[in-house]
């Protein structure tokens, strides 16, 4: 059974930073991409970034390219999103997921909230 668990989410100021971090068990991921998602209230849930688990290749959404960054420690099966000059604009829910390369996302995190004040 997979699981995957989000944590380090929490209230930070502007300009602040956060890691969050999914750790995953159920089954091997080598095959599998890795992504945080995040849905603000009354928005649909978006994309944040991804991760080859198998090689560590990395996507992200315009809006937080050069202050997100996203990484896998595969000895420890979990992955991180090491978010930097956070905005108000970032307060969100947070969900991680996995899925086969190509099937897109089949497994979701309970999700982590960050708020950011201004």
């Known amino acids: 059974q997979v699981q995957l668990v989000e944590s380090g989410g929490g209230l930070v100021q502007a300009g602040g930073s956060l890691r969050l971090s999914c750790a995953a068990s159920?089954?091997?991921?080598?095959?599998?991409?890795m992504g945080w998602f995040r849905q603000a209230p009354g928005k649909e849930r978006e994309f944040v970034a991804t991760?080859?688990?198998?090689?560590?290749?990395?996507y992200y959404t315009d809006s937080v390219k050069g202050r997100f960054t996203i990484s896998r420690d595969t000895a420890k099966n979990t992955m991180y999103l090491q978010m930097n000059s956070l905005k108000p604009d970032d307060t969100a829910v947070y969900y991680c997921?996995?899925?086969?390369?190509?099937?897109?996302?089949?497994?979701w995190g309970q999700g982590t909230q960050v708020t950011v004040s201004s």
């Open positions: 997921a996995a899925g086969a390369a190509g099937a897109g996302y089949r497994y």
């Open positions: 159920g089954r091997s991921f080598s095959s599998y991409n």
């Open positions: 991760i080859r688990w198998s090689g560590g290749s990395t």
